[in-house]
């Protein structure tokens, strides 16, 4: 007579154990994207940054090309009206950035990228951070993460046909062109506005909640350059240019907050809030030593746009989130290869804590 399998029999356990192991394994090809290959992951999107180019192993898979900076955030302490995060509290916060150029290629020249890019670190003191990495386009291409990989692919492609087409699905690209074509270049990384672009929510010490995105704003007047003029400075012009600036003193920008009106959108970049929205100055980036990547300070720094210390917030943007789960995959691989980018010096020491007591004296030999 056959016998009837229970709950309890072991035979019972193993199909339980089975259907458990299957779960998980479905739920994981699925969370890789290998049920759905159309399903956008962040494997597939870093893939798309370089293609039909190999990546450049050690290296970013965007942003390849940049130099470390350090330096201080300043914070005059208007912001604490609008964020509770200790780095508005007034007072100099240590910094560690990047000047970067939005290509995946880190031998790039420099002349050939249109996109500039500014990243920083921020540690005051209590262990929190903020990360955010800004670019000197006034708004983003696309308006969601997946119309960003359709436009990578299609930029990538062989098929002469795929730009005009994605151009003509996606009609608000052109505004973005008309920028890249006709906005003005700068010989400088120090005469460049850098936008944050997507928006974030500050929280404020009542609990009040602020839609804001932010820029830094240069303190050097921009200067008006022709491409062709910048294309015969050189490969390295801007790294040369900002190495010889921070040599000759601070470099320095104003961290600028704008507030949305109710009526403003929160969700796409590439729809800039209307002229008048309420600004705050809310202190001073001040850049006063640079160090090529190799070896610097920045190397391994991801500028996950959702590290936040408590203060800031994400909001209905969805980019954060696609960003940091795409620079993620970026971090372990280029770590992973680092052989493959050696450093040429020891790593650099890390940098002594910051005082306590929430204002800190830059180093000798700075002048803030
Ligand atoms: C879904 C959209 C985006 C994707 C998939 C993407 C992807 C990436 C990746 C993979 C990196 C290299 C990360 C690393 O290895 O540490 C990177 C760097 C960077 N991205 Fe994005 N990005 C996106 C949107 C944006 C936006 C909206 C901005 C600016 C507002 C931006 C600005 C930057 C900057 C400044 C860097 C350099 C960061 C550094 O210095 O390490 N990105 N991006």
Redesign the pocket.
């Known amino acids: 007579m056959a016998q009837r399998q229970g709950p309890g029999s072991p035979l019972g356990s193993l199909v339980a154990i089975g259907v458990v192991v299957g779960v998980g394994a479905a739920a994981f090809a699925y969370t890789a994207g290998w049920l759905s290959p159309q399903r956008l992951t962040?494997e597939r999107?870093?893939a798309a940054?370089g293609a039909p180019m190999p990546a450049d192993l050690g290296h970013?898979?965007?942003?390849?090309k940049?130099l470390c900076f350090t330096g201080w955030f300043q914070a005059n302490g208007n912001g604490v009206a609008l964020s509770r995060a200790a780095l508005f509290v007034a007072g100099s916060y240590p910094v560690v950035g990047?000047f970067?150029l939005?290509t995946p290629n880190p031998d790039a020249k420099d002349a050939s990228a249109r996109v500039r890019?500014?990243?920083i670190q921020i540690k005051p003191p209590g262990g929190q951070e903020w990360r955010s990495?800004?670019?000197n386009a006034p708004f983003?291409p696309v308006s969601t993460?997946q119309d960003?990989?359709q436009l990578l692919t299609a930029s990538g492609s062989k098929d002469p046909g795929a730009m005009p087409g994605f151009v003509a699905a996606h009609p608000g690209f052109v505004k973005f062109g008309a920028w890249a074509q006709t906005g003005p270049w700068t010989g400088s990384y120090a005469e460049e506005r850098y936008?944050?672009?997507?928006a974030f929510r500050f929280v404020d010490a009542s609990g009040a909640v602020h839609p804001v995105r932010w820029s830094m704003l240069p303190a050097a007047a921009p200067v008006s350059v022709d491409p062709a003029t910048l294309d015969a400075g050189g490969p390295d012009l801007l790294e040369q240019d900002i190495t010889k600036r921070v040599q000759a003193g601070p470099v320095r920008w104003t961290l600028q907050v704008t507030l949305a009106d109710a009526s403003d959108q929160t969700a796409d970049?590439s729809e800039p809030w209307p002229d008048g929205r309420r600004t705050v100055d809310v202190g001073t980036l001040l850049v006063d030593q640079v160090q090529a990547e190799a070896d610097g300070p920045?190397r391994d720094?991801?500028?996950?746009?959702t590290v936040l210390p408590d203060g800031i917030a994400v909001g209905d943007d969805p980019?954060p989130a696609?960003?940091s789960a795409?620079?993620a995959?970026?971090?372990d691989r280029?770590t992973a290869e680092a052989a493959d980018y050696p450093r040429t010096a020891p790593a650099p020491a890390p940098a002594p804590a910051p005082a306590q007591s929430g204002a800190e004296t830059p180093a000798q030999g700075n002048k803030p």
């Open positions: 962040p999107m870093v940054l970013r898979r965007n942003h390849a940049g990047r970067n939005g890019g500014l990243s990495g800004m670019i983003f993460p960003f990989y936008n944050g672009l997507n970049p920045c720094v991801n500028y996950d746009p980019f696609a960003r795409a620079y995959v970026s971090f280029r």
